[in-house]
């Protein structure tokens, strides 16, 4: 089993999702030869609680991964709480090597700069190689056309829990990343051992680059480009477990933690025709791109419509893989094995199920999906691309990194009552507001299935307000600056 997840990639990034100048690549092959979802849905529009769920199955509201920061920064002194259960645990105690590289985003310290106590090897992965404990940031430009050098204290690398290069180096990562899951994945299939391998690439977070091994250039310019080699590093990976004669023994899913970052202009992402983005909680901050390929079980070019969320994909691989779901705590996550083996029966069908999805921004309740309709309680605004071109450079060039609207609660949220409704199965876009009047059993339905969510919630403790300076990583602290770089 393999989950490779991109970063900040929009619903509209990819060919295969209807970008007209794109360039197809390997991603959109996964596309053709499985199936490919339009009603996908992260739980949130920012990576740590969007990365929470997904490894656990559950909300990030329950688990406590909200906060006023909205998510873990250098100095949060907490991360993904040791008693969640991640999918990585789960199919290690089935028997599954379980192994990660890239970006985590989960916390990395408590309350001293190496303790490490947050890591991903703490969480279920048995093997973690090169990695990105925080993230890839503006701050890490090295093209030198936004910073003149990176900064270290936002820009390190870790191997496992050893920081190896403070500030790191695009020049080679992603290719490391494809070389090092390539060995993991070898080494398993040597021992004829099932494997799960999470790959969470730094693909296509600003900063933008390309690597040395690469070089790919893109009719959309450097965000093109580094979508071209995120999706080179997956077809390596897919070539190679092809070569190993593992093809049709391996589930594979691609995804994205939200939807693209549009203030950053031509170096963002594209959410093709779904209003917003990264950050706000309209169709395209959260609803993203998902494909799952595995011959001879998923029906290659099927489309699924149905409403889907990344939480399914723990239950769906607990259930694939022989495992149980605890049975203590409430797993958000449906099995969806039945959609996706049956998926020869999904050819044809258009009609939307009536699930509710609940999307919270920190612990505000900002949305539901509900069958064919989405309601929004509050929202951010959201601007016209004409309007965010005009704080951008020429030919598209950002200016800075920003967002429009970013923290809740905040002066720039809006709140509705009665909430703004719309049919995003008609409508997309978001673009027509339905009137509340002629749709209130709706609302009495929603209504319904809030106060039936609200009473069996728990929130977790709050874990993205506290901050703590000691916890800023450093690779030497007798470095003023802390910079270093190892061999």
Request: hydrophobic share 35%; glycine share 10%; net charge negative.
């Amino acid at each position: 089993m393999i989950i490779f997840l991109a970063d900040d990639v929009g619903y509209g990034d990819l060919k295969s999702y209807g970008h007209p100048t794109q360039e197809w690549g390997p991603i959109d092959d996964l596309a053709e030869e499985g199936m490919k979802f339009t009603s996908l849905y992260s739980t949130s529009s920012l990576c740590s609680p969007s990365r929470a769920a997904l490894l656990t199955g559950r909300l990030p509201i329950r688990i406590g991964v909200y906060g006023k920061l909205m998510n873990f920064y250098l100095q949060s002194p907490n991360g993904l709480p040791k008693d969640e259960i991640t999918l990585p645990e789960i199919l290690r105690d089935v028997g599954y090597a379980t192994g990660m590289v890239g970006k985590w985003h989960l916390g990395i310290n408590d309350y001293t700069p190496m303790s490490g106590v947050h890591l991903p090897h703490y969480h279920g992965f048995d093997w973690v190689g090169t990695n990105l404990p925080y993230t890839n940031v503006w701050e890490c430009d090295e093209t030198k056309r936004h910073m003149d050098a990176p900064d270290p204290f936002n820009c390190f690398m870790y191997n496992n829990e050893t920081i190896i290069q403070q500030p790191f180096s695009h020049q080679h990562l992603t290719k490391t990343f494809v070389d090092e899951a390539s060995t993991f994945i070898k080494q398993q299939t040597e021992k004829d051992k099932p494997f799960f391998l999470y790959l969470s690439f730094a693909h296509n977070h600003v900063a933008m680059f390309i690597g040395k091994d690469t070089e790919f250039t893109s009719n959309r310019g450097i965000y093109g480009a580094g979508i071209r080699e995120l999706s080179w590093a997956v077809g390596e990976i897919m070539k190679y477990i092809k070569t190993l004669g593992i093809d049709n023994n391996t589930l594979v899913f691609f995804t994205s933690d939200n939807g693209g970052h549009i203030e950053m202009c031509n170096e963002g992402g594209d959410n093709g025709i779904l209003k917003g983005g990264k950050a706000n909680y309209y169709e395209g901050g959260i609803r993203v791109p998902g494909i799952l390929r595995w011959p001879g079980q998923i029906s290659a070019g099927t489309i699924n419509s149905n409403i889907v969320s990344q939480m399914d994909m723990f239950t769906t691989f607990v259930n694939l893989a022989g495992g149980e779901t605890p049975s203590d705590r409430v797993i958000d996550g449906r099995d969806i094995t039945q959609q996706i083996l049956g998926s020869m029966k999904l050819k044809n069908e258009s009609k939307t199920e009536k699930r509710i999805l609940f999307f919270y921004c920190n612990d505000m309740l900002f949305a539901v999906r509900y069958g064919s309709y989405k309601v929004h309680f509050y929202t951010m605004p959201v601007k016209n691309k004409e309007e965010y071109a005009d704080a951008c450079g020429e030919g598209g060039f950002p200016n800075t990194m920003y967002f429009n609207c970013y923290y809740c609660p905040s002066e720039c949220v809006i709140k509705h009552d009665p909430p703004l409704i719309f049919n995003v199965d008609a409508d997309p876009g978001e673009e027509y507001q339905l009137d509340p009047a002629l749709h209130e059993l709706l609302l009495l339905e929603v209504k319904y299935l809030l106060e039936k969510h609200n009473s069996g919630l728990i929130k977790g403790e709050d874990l993205l307000s506290a901050y703590n300076q000691p916890s800023q990583p450093c690779c030497d602290s007798s470095k003023p600056s802390c910079s270093c770089n190892y061999p």
